[in-house]
């Protein structure tokens, strides 16, 4: 297992990688690559060269960050790459913390388990534009208060605290 960044070269993996893990469409999972991917930092994991996990961390206003549309490859699932990947980068980080909004309920106790601990209900601001309309060029701002509205559909946020005292409101750039 080598835990390394992704390379230019790597994209068409890692668009293969994110239509299996969550059904997107093509012309988003592109969007995404042309419009976000150079400002992110993604993270993969290969086994004898070919990338099996993958996690894009999406650099916030505050400087730290959230992470996004993890996913390993179905056939290398439960082999304890995906935790390795991100350990390796929120040790190799300096953030004060990291979060991510899990894509199922049965996700947050496997996060728990690495230290994403703190629930945030999360709200994306009434002003937010969404990043895959072709006009925009920018990340949507959003956030997540503790104490905020909630957007019915969309899940609490977890929150890994690394050197910091946990956030009462995280303010950052999320992709919807």
């Known amino acids: 297992m080598i835990i390394d960044k992704a390379r230019k070269?790597?994209?068409?993996?890692?668009?293969?990688?994110?239509?299996?893990?969550?059904?997107?469409?093509?012309?988003?999972?592109?969007?995404?690559?042309?419009?976000v991917w150079n400002d992110v930092q993604t993270y993969v994991v290969r086994e004898s060269g070919i990338i099996v996990s993958v996690?894009?961390?999406l650099p916030t206003t505050d400087n730290n960050y959230y992470l996004y549309?993890?996913?390993?490859?179905v056939h290398?699932?439960?082999?304890?790459?995906?935790?390795?990947?991100?350990?390796?980068?929120v040790d190799n980080t300096d953030a004060g913390y990291f979060f991510l909004i899990p894509g199922e309920e049965e996700l947050v106790s496997y996060y728990?388990?690495?230290g994403f601990d703190k629930h945030i209900p999360a709200k994306i601001s009434r002003d937010a534009?969404?990043?895959?309309?072709?006009?925009?060029t920018e990340y949507v701002i959003a956030e997540l208060r503790a104490d905020g509205d909630i957007i019915p559909d969309l899940p609490d946020a977890l929150v890994c605290v690394k050197n910091s005292a946990a956030p009462y409101s995280v303010c950052g750039l999320i992709p919807y």
């Open 55 to 57: 996690l894009y961390a």
């Open 69 to 73: 549309a993890l996913a390993t490859d």
């Open 76 to 89: 290398y699932r439960n082999r304890g790459y995906m935790s390795a990947l991100i350990r390796y980068f």
């Open 9 to 35: 070269d790597d994209v068409e993996r890692l668009e293969s990688l994110w239509r299996e893990a969550f059904d997107d469409d093509k012309e988003m999972i592109e969007l995404f690559m042309s419009k």
């Open 129 to 136: 534009e969404n990043i895959f309309d072709e006009s925009v």
């Open 112 to 114: 728990a388990e690495l």
